[in-house]
């Protein structure tokens, strides 16, 4: 027989712990506009997995969209920390130190296929 009420607070607690879960509900309020609640679920996310450098980053483009370049500099810094290979995070920082004028601290891929990569974005911009 199918049970029709509605589960436990602890079940659906558990429910909303799941990652992929919370990734989700934070995408969805950032395609619908909803920044600031796409930030929440993004920072719960992190509750889950602390050291996820794509959520990080996406905590970084929330705070840059909204003005906030200190946060966003501390996440994408972090960001960097856990996977000093993303290409979006690299640009952005060094975006962030050429604009400081603290061009010496731009930070560079260790991953040979990111720096062509890099470089191809650079090139593309220019």
Known sequence: MLSTSLPDRGDTLAILCDRQVLYQLA?????????QKAAEWFIQLLSVVPSDAG?????????????????????????????PNNIVVIHWLGRYYIESQLAEKVPTATDPSSIVTLLSVCLATA
Not at 27 to 35: A, I, K, M, S
Not at 62 to 69: E, T, V
């Open 27 to 35: 995408d969805v309020c950032e395609l619908v506009g909803d920044r």
């Open 55 to 83: 959520v990080l980053m996406r905590l970084g483009q929330l705070c840059d969209a909204d003005g906030d370049q200190a946060q966003a500099f501390h996440y994408f810094t972090d960001s960097h920390r856990y996977d």
